[in-house]
Nanobody, 124 residues
Framework: QVQLVESGGGLAQTGASLRLSCAAS????????MGWFRQVPGKDRELVAA????????QYSDSAKGRFTISKDNAKNTVYLQMNSLKPEDTAVYYC?????????????????WGQGTQVTVSS
């Protein structure tokens, strides 16, 4: 199994940038497709970005396209989410997730391993 720990969340102003990190331990991330999801109270967890095992294939939500970038450093066993041009509606708890297998999936139901989450708050 893989254990995931997110970091890098915090308070940011509209238009600012944050980079979230997801450090994995226990197994190499190269054998997992991984994703970043976010959740606000009362709503389902939604995909922000996902990447394949190799990191060569990525997919983004419509709200993240053009602003966020997911990347995977298999050597460091870490996945990143670079978030630029932040908006108040990006405020949420952000979760890193991994799924068994290298194929990218967009539904949270396919991901078996989750971090504890990191809060991102964007002020207007």
């Amino acid at each position: 199994q893989v254990q995931l720990v997110e970091s890098g969340g915090g308070l940011a102003q509209t238009g600012a940038s944050l980079r979230l990190s997801c450090a994995a331990s226990g197994r190499t991330v190269s054998i997992y497709a991984m994703g970043w999801f976010r959740q606000v109270p009362g709503k389902d967890r939604e995909l922000v970005a996902a990447t394949s095992g190799s990191g060569g294939i990525t997919q983004y939500s419509d709200s993240a396209k053009g602003r966020f970038t997911i990347s995977k450093d298999n050597a460091k066993n870490t996945v990143y989410l670079q978030m630029n041009s932040l908006k108040p509606e990006d405020t949420a708890v952000y979760y890193c997730a991994a799924r068994d297998g290298t194929l990218l999936k967009t539904s949270a139901n396919f991901y078996a391993y989750w971090g504890q989450g990191t809060q991102v708050t964007v002020s207007s």
